[in-house]
């Protein structure tokens, strides 16, 4: 194993993910991990440097690495996976393919799919370029599917613990305890008993906003200081937050088998969770050590 550096309560790999499944570290962890939450390299028409594949092979490829991810759950414990979208090349049309690999996935080891999510990156630069800023065909692609998945019906979840703040509309509403209770047009009928409880906050969506230009001050630090090149793709941390604190609960292991900066594991880390990070691009790891390095 080829272990790039840990903390008291994890561990980054440099190895792809098809060695650490095939290794006894990866055997060690059969029902296991509570939480597997990764970004995979999305299947993009044009390669990055993060390493890419297109098509049915992108999709199959997927498919064999899911498959070996499931064995790693827990019987109540969760995948969640972000794909991006993709473009046909040469064309302003959309590619089914991120959707066709999301569905193909439910499909492995009767995996069932317990939510969609998207999540909007509201700083999303303008593309794709050409129809976007040059033809002016289309708008800005600002989203990505995000899929939860698991073997139960009933995996370990609570949303009491991603609450958010009341918006102010709903603060008036339960300061004057007076609201339009009653029939609606959609047949729909909202009764006047529980709705203006006060709790500790209010039910997120399954629409997430929020941008990725959050910086972490010790990995760019660290990187600058070591002259290691940022990786290109960085997540927010606050994604991987949201995901930890609503799937699993303090001491749970949580894996990322596409760690790139080990945004996963820093999340994991400062919310009191085991983690394991996997990644094959030792360049990303070395920078991803500044995440953990304090001062």
Request: aromatic fraction near 10%.
């Amino acid at each position: 194993m080829k272990k790039s550096f840990s903390t008291s309560l994890g561990s980054a790999y440099n190895q792809s993910i098809e060695e650490f499944l095939e290794s006894d570290t990866g055997r060690s962890l059969y029902g296991k991990v509570q939480l597997i939450f990764t970004s995979p390299p999305f299947p993009l028409i044009a390669p990055k440097k993060y390493g890419n594949l297109v098509g049915l092979e992108y999709l199959q490829w997927m498919q064999t690495i899911s498959r070996g991810l499931t064995k790693l759950l827990k019987p109540n414990g969760s995948l969640v996976i972000e794909i991006g979208n993709c473009w046909n090349k040469g064309f302003p049309t959309m590619s089914l393919l991120p959707l066709q690999t999301l569905m193909s996935i439910a499909e492995i080891d009767n995996l069932k799919v317990c939510q969609q999510f998207v999540w909007h990156n509201t700083a999303k630069l303008p593309g794709p370029a050409t129809w976007v800023n040059i033809k002016r065909e289309r708008v800005t692609d600002s989203f990505t599917h995000i899929w939860w998945y698991s073997p139960s019906e009933h995996p370990k979840a609570n949303n009491r613990r991603v609450l958010q703040p009341y918006k102010d509309g709903m603060k008036r509403l339960l300061k004057s305890q007076k609201y339009n209770s009653g029939n609606r047009a959609s047949g729909h009928k909202i009764s006047d008993s529980g709705f203006l409880n006060v709790n500790k906050g209010a039910i997120p969506s399954s629409a997430i906003l929020m941008a990725n230009t959050a910086v972490d001050r010790n990995y760019r630090n660290w990187c600058r200081e070591n002259e290691i090149v940022l990786h290109p793709a960085r997540m927010p941390i606050g994604l991987a937050d949201f995901f930890i604190k609503f799937l699993t609960t303090p001491g749970d292991l949580v894996l990322d088998p596409f760690g790139g900066s080990c945004t996963t594991g820093k999340s994991a880390e400062d919310l009191k969770r085991k983690w394991i990070c996997v990644e094959q691009n030792a360049e990303y790891l070395k920078g991803a050590k500044g995440r953990f390095h304090k001062g």
